[in-house]
């Protein structure tokens, strides 16, 4: 059967959608699964911790031994591992010295930086957006992930660096980084 392309469960995923193929890539590459056996929410906004959980597993979900100081990781939770990886690898230092913030929604600045760290923050030359300003922390990810393929904004020469990231763009940006 190999060749053979997954057929997706998800009654949410038109396979006219630009993101269809990314979501198969995800499902087949055990990097995200549904919300449910038969959804997987394309526009809902993706968490902190969904973020860093579908690095860690693109990354072949490593374990770690890294002590974390977040009193908001749970050791059993499902993306502590993938949290201790993240912040190992400094693809993230968390929201403060104590905090991960897992359930906060990431916007678009912050998941072309976790993926633009986790290539090991390649400097490149490039243009950028109208909204992305050039001394944001953002912004030598944002031109990483023009010149990489990974996003060509929204329109009108804008990127919505502070838009939340849905799980679309999420599994989008990641498979368009895998190619």
Known sequence: RSGEQTELPFT????????YDAVRWAVEQGVASGVTGTAFAPGRGCTRAQLVTFLWRANGSPVVDYAMNFTDVPA???????????????????????????????????TVTFLWRANGSPVVSGGSFGDVAADAYYANAVAWA?????TSGTGGNNFNPDADCTRAQIVTFMYRDAQ
């Open 76 to 110: 059993d939770a499902y993306y502590a591992d993938a949290v201790r990886w993240a912040v190992s690898k400094g693809i993230t230092c968390g929201t403060s010295a104590t905090t991960f913030a897992p359930d906060m929604t990431v916007t678009r600045s912050q």
């Open 146 to 150: 023009v010149f990489e393929g990974i």
């Open 12 to 19: 949410d995923v038109d396979s006219g959608a630009y993101y």
